[in-house]
T-cell receptor
């Protein structure tokens, strides 16, 4: 199973762009990279998913280099409400190792300050 | 659609008691998951299922059991509750794509 490594915590200020990088050196050919956001006392919520290059949606961008050994979640112009824990997961469409299993890492706690 | 529902929302158990956490989804998803989250920590996978009648262990299965007799339901059974099982339990489901949909969680305290 591909293991992910993220920074434990990050601080930012309102209006800044935040980039959170996830390392996944053992990513397999069929694996996708997915990011989730979790607020206190809530279940995680899907943010974005990608396979290679760049993906953008209404809330974030995901940058994946050619070797796919890392990925960067970019949050443009963060606000106080973006304070949350962010997780990256790696696995194919049927789960890690083609088994259906999906494992969360420690996540990155983002604190946005006024 | 109600999405993923979990009951109860809160529960206090005494050591040695047993209980079943209920999880149901109405999205016809094949994949379902149980995670636990201890305070200040990430989610740990307990059990998961890739379809009715098929279940498998995750990272921390000891002390728990699951069954998947229907596509909709995925109950988690705690036998002989211990203080180490005090946690928030999340159920999730997904289709063949990657997006997991999470329930609101069950906050369990074992004293």
């Amino acid at each position: 199973l591909a293991k992910t490594t993220q920074p434990i915590s990050m601080d930012s200020y309102e209006g800044q762009e935040v980039n959170i990088t996830c390392s996944h050196n053992n990513i397999a050919t069929n694996d996708y990279i997915t990011w989730y956001q979790q607020f206190p006392s809530q279940g995680p919520r899907f943010i974005i998913q990608g396979y290679k290059t760049k993906v953008t949606n209404e809330v974030a961008s995901l940058f994946i280099p050619a070797d796919r050994k890392s990925s960067t979640l970019s949050l443009p112009r963060v606000s106080l409400s973006d304070t949350a824990v962010y997780y990256c997961l790696v696995g194919d469409r049927r789960g890690s190792g083609n088994t259906g299993k999906l494992i969360f890492g420690q996540g990155t706690t983002l604190q946005v300050k006024p | 659609n109600a999405g993923v529902t979990q009951t109860p929302k809160f529960r206090i158990l005494k050591i040695g008691q047993s209980m079943t956490l209920q999880c149901a989804q109405d999205m016809n998803h094949n994949y379902m998951y149980w995670y636990r989250q201890d305070p200040g920590m990430g989610l740990k996978l307990i059990y998961y299922s890739v379809g009715a009648g098929i279940t498998d262990k995750g990272e921390v299965p000891n002390g728990y059991n699951v069954s998947r007799s229907t596509t909709e339901d995925f109950p988690l059974r705690l036998e002989l509750a211990a203080p180490s099982q005090t946690s928030v339990y999340f159920c999730a489901s997904r289709s063949e794509g990657y997006e997991q949909y999470f329930g609101p969680g069950t906050r369990l305290t074992v004293t």
